[in-house]
């Protein structure tokens, strides 16, 4: 865009002057506008002129065609006028014939080496060319011809800044500014080629004194306080955008910076002060509101982020963006179903919305809606949120769906990413240990409490299976005692601990536990009432042991081993037919 303004400015300087050429013919007033050769006879230079000035016309008229073809006319007859040749390159210019346009004005300048439209018509066409260094002779003609002529210094300026040759850039700012003091926009070029150089020190001084010059200007401002940003100084450059906000209310830009500043230093109210500005000055700018929102967000203001949020979705029912903030908005607020249409709604517009199906898939566990977390999760992972996290939801979900081989898969990709996963291997031990993988399980929980020995929960649960299947009690007792010293009132671990005694048949002891077990669990446990019974069928109290079965049985009405061991128990207990008191009889 550069190249193309450069070039149309040309044009119309070369335009402006197209009436009021300056090489007037010798031989004093009323001599022709036209530098006209000496050599030919007056009818024949009339009739050049003639066409001259019609190709003018023409020109004025856009009939560019029209005024190639009176100009090339005006040039048959006296070939030696310079001013014609400026004219013909302008038309041809104006065709797009570039090439024809730059012969021409060649022409004109071999003629008459002092033209100065000529020397900027073709500086303009070599610099639309990217032909930097020809542009640039032709240029520094212009300023040899007219020294102080501002449009060809910065002319020379364009060509610079196009070729990165800041340092030379330099020197033409500062010498717009010594020819022109006044040109504000030279103090910010000047402090802008500082910047791309490195040095933003020389910036702001370059900005100062502009504004000693200009001590209101809001251009000047504004960039002393980016400057003042990009060199880490936000205090000065919060002044600067302060102190154009008291001079200019409504300059958006300042306020944004400052809003961006104070959310910065979490200085939220203030943030708040110019988002607020931004949104009653600018009610169309969705962006503002989204950013205001955020900000209420931040602050906990829920219900005035909800209500930008809203007016956003209503002026733009597509921005997937707003429904994702006003989902996450409800989901803080507790209200999972509007949270959750929300997030639906950001997957709709947009399928690659990773955050938004990480959002549904934690909101569907949260419902207890295991084939929905599936869902969300699979096309998480699919659009790259290969994570622990996610694989330990999903796999969570496929557990509760008892699907035990795609959990064993998903929790295994999580400890695959993340081999010092706790929560992992713990989870993986408890699938495995559901689906009679005894050795599996016990490796996983192993590890589990290599990686935490404060996990109470596996050191638990390793010790519960060993107490089950009546190994390794010494152990299991140790790695029991290990989780009650970390929750002593845990009543499911003093449940395992009792089972440990009852495996060891010392059911009294293990009767002093499982009483205390009932009184800490949770909630009333099926399991827990069972092994009570058990632990009062030993000690050959059959009714408190039926007692306990049926309590068991209400709590899982499903449990069929519960009925038929309440249906089946014998009036002399086993345990007391057998005992080796009764053998001494």
Known sequence: MKKIYLLAQIFMLVLISAGCATGARAGGAGASSV??????????ISKAYSHYLHGLLQLQAKDFDGAIESLKKAAEIDPEAARIHVHLSRA?????????????????????????????????????????????????????????????????????????????????????????????????KLALTYLKLGHPDKATAELQKGLEMFPQNPNLIYNLGVVYEMQGDVDEAIAQYETLISLSPDNTEARKKLGLLYSGREDWDKAIQQYEALVEMRPFMLNFKKALGLLYMRTGQLEKARLQFEETIEKDSSDATSHYLLGTVYQEQGKLDEALNHYAQVTELDEDAL???????????????PDMVIKAFTKAIELGAKNEPVYLMLGAAYHQRQDYEQAIAAFKEAVSIRPESEV???????????????????????????????????????????????????????????????????????????????????????????????????????????????IYLKLNQPEKAKEQWERARELDPENDSLLKKIEEMPSHPPSVLNSPAREAE
């Open 92 to 188: 041809y210019l104006a065709k797009g014939m570039n090439e024809m346009s730059v012969i021409e004005a060649l022409r004109a300048i071999n003629l008459d080496p002092d033209d100065y439209n000529a020397h900027m018509l073709l500086g303009a066409l070599y610099a639309h060319q990217a032909r930097y260094d020809e542009a640039n002779e032709h240029f520094q003609e212009v300023v040899r011809i007219r020294p102080n002529d501002i449009t060809a210094i910065t002319s020379i300026a364009e060509v610079f800044e196009a070729n990165r040759d800041f340092y030379n850039l330099i020197e033409i700012y500062r010498k717009v500014i010594e020819i022109r003091p006044d040109l504000e926009w030279a103090y910010n």
């Open 355 to 369: 955050r938004a199906y990480l959002r549904l898939g934690t909101l569907y566990g949260a419902k207890d809606m």
């Open 424 to 534: 992992g291997h713990f989870r993986l031990a408890i699938v495995y240990e559901e689906t009679d993988r005894f050795d599996e399980s016990v490796e996983e929980l192993r590890k589990t409490i290599e990686l935490n020995p404060e996990n109470a929960e596996a050191l638990n649960y390793l010790g519960y299976m060993f107490a089950e299947k009546g190994i390794h009690l010494e152990e299991a007792e140790s790695l029991v005692n290990r989780a009650l010293e970390i929750q002593p009132d845990n009543g499911y671990f003093l449940d395992s601990l009792g089972w440990i005694y009852y495996q060891r048949s010392d059911y009294q002891r293990a009767l002093e536990i499982l009483e205390k077990a009932v009184e800490n669990v949770e909630e009333d446990d099926p399991i827990v009432r069972e092994h009570l019974g058990d």
């Open 35 to 44: 530098q006209f050769s000496g050599g030919a006879t007056p009818a024949p």
